[in-house]
């Protein structure tokens, strides 16, 4: 309300000072015809003047906004992936009965183009993503989440996010993820129906976390590649990664 009535108080006293700029004109040098020429070009190029602010220099402005917004959420992407989402793709990608033959496709590496992550991001948009539910330690699994919850939770907090649907999607998975398994006693004595129901609920956040990866491995090989190189060293889904250089 304050700012409404203080925008409207600036309009009224711009218009105002305007008139009396336009008044100490005409008493100077008792013209009215220069005046009402200056006005009429003046008011003949608002519409051009509006084009260049509103559509072509606001455009711009937005362009560059959304752009360093998109670098500080690739940031919170990164943390994400150093803190929980690489282990987690290792971890549910070395119980995938499919995973051997994907992974010979996401060897990742420097000479990889454009075309290489538009080939692969189809080929996870059919891949199913499947884990073999005895195989997984659930136990493990819920301590690990458990662990990490506080920081997820902190990634949530984040406004950036609000404008990235996909990876907030995956958070809402992996929260999910460790709802279910928080609200289980005993993970070692599950009905064969609930673990299937389980193994749901970790293929969900599994197809999601490698998409995001490869999504975030595309933005690092575009804009870091310092970024990018130690991120293919540490390829979760290469068995001889190291971050040593040979």
């Keep these: 309300m304050l700012d409404k009535k203080w925008t409207v108080s600036l309009a009224i006293a ?9 008044i100490l004109h005409f008493a100077v040098f008792q013209d009215a015809h220069h005046i009402w020429i200056y006005l009429v070009g003046d008011l003949a190029f608002l519409p051009i003047e509006v084009l260049l602010v509103t ?20 940031m919170v992407i990164g943390t994400f992936f150093s803190t929980v989402g690489t282990p987690l793709l290792t971890y549910f990608s070395d119980h995938d009965p499919q995973m051997p033959e994907l992974k010979k496709k996401l060897l990742i590496s420097d000479s ?3 075309q290489d992550f538009t080939r692969v991001g189809a080929l996870l948009s059919r891949h199913s993503c499947e884990v073999t539910p005895r195989e997984i330690d659930l ?17 949530l907090e984040n406004p950036l996010l609000l404008e990235h649907e996909s990876f907030t999607n995956l958070l809402q998975a992996v929260f999910h993820l460790t709802d279910e398994l928080r609200h289980r006693k005993d993970l070692t004595v599950l009905p064969e129906n609930d673990r299937q129901h389980l193994a749901g609920d970790i293929c969900r956040a599994y197809k999601l976390l490698i998409s995001q990866w490869v999504e975030y491995m595309h933005h690092l090989k575009v804009n870091y590649p310092y970024l990018y190189s130690l991120a293919v060293r540490t390829n979760p889904f290469d068995e001889q990664a190291t971050a040593m250089i040979p």
């Design 14 to 22: 711009l218009v105002a000072l305007s008139t009396a700029l336009y």
């Design 55 to 74: 559509l072509i220099l606001h455009r711009l402005l937005e362009v560059r906004d959304r752009k360093m917004k998109m670098e500080k959420m690739n």
């Design 112 to 114: 990889w183009s454009e």
């Design 139 to 155: 136990p493990g699994l819920k301590a690990f989440l458990s662990q990490k919850e506080d920081f997820m939770v902190r990634l």
